[in-house]
């Protein structure tokens, strides 16, 4: 059974910075693609960002690109996420999700939360003005 397990989020001032991390209990982590979504109340979850198995790929929604970074360290069986310049609207419960993609290209990475298979508990992230 894959778990994932983020870390904290917290209340950060708009324009601030914030680090999530989210560590996987698997045996081969670079076998996993991996992905960042996160739902403010009343919407649903949206996508954010995803890395490809061996981090040689990243793809951003356009909501954050050039403010967040996904990262990764297959040695750690750990993802980040990198949040700058936070806004208001950037406040939503966070999440990582992995999908298994070991038979399929290490550079693949995965938009659409019906791709993955395992989901962390969430981290809640606020951003006050």
């Known amino acids: 059974q894959v778990q994932l397990v983020e870390s904290e989020g917290g209340l950060v001032q708009a324009g601030g910075s914030l680090r999530l991390s989210c560590a996987a209990s698997?045996?081969?982590?670079?076998?996993?693609?991996m992905g960042w979504f996160r739902q403010a109340p009343g919407k649903e979850r949206e996508f954010i960002a995803a890395?490809?198995?061996?981090?040689?790929?990243?793809y951003y929604a356009d909501s954050v690109k050039g403010r967040f970074t996904i990262s990764r360290d297959n040695a750690k069986n750990t993802v980040y996420l990198q949040m700058n310049s936070l806004k208001p609207e950037d406040t939503a419960v966070y999440y990582c999700?992995?999908?298994?993609?070991?038979?399929?290209?290490?550079?693949?990475?995965?938009?659409?939360?019906?791709?993955?298979?395992?989901w962390g508990q969430g981290t809640q992230v606020t951003v006050s003005s």
């Open positions: 999700a992995g999908k298994r993609a070991l038979y399929y290209s290490s550079s693949y990475y995965y938009t659409q939360s019906r791709d993955y298979e395992y």
């Open positions: 890395i490809s198995r061996i981090g040689d790929n990243t």
């Open positions: 698997v045996l081969t982590f670079s076998n996993y693609a």
